[in-house]
């Protein structure tokens, strides 16, 4: 038997959205399985941006 890895889906929100520059933003990203792949993805997301943003969160 052999077993893959599901493929995922990342969404990213913002709020408030829209947003004005120098505004505190909060940032969600959102992984899920693509069908027909299930369960609850582990792992780290990345957010990256200008100004040196470089965060890493489970």
Do not use: E, Y
């Not at 069908?35 to 969160?57: D, E, I, K, R, Y």
């Amino acid at each position: 038997m052999t077993v893959n890895q599901a493929s995922s889906a990342v969404s990213v929100t913002v709020d408030p959205d829209p947003s004005v520059c120098g505004q505190s933003v909060t940032v969600c990203a959102t992984v899920t399985a693509v069908a027909p792949g299930s369960g609850t993805p582990t792992g780290t997301v990345t957010f990256t941006g200008p100004g040196g943003l470089n965060t890493t969160v489970p």
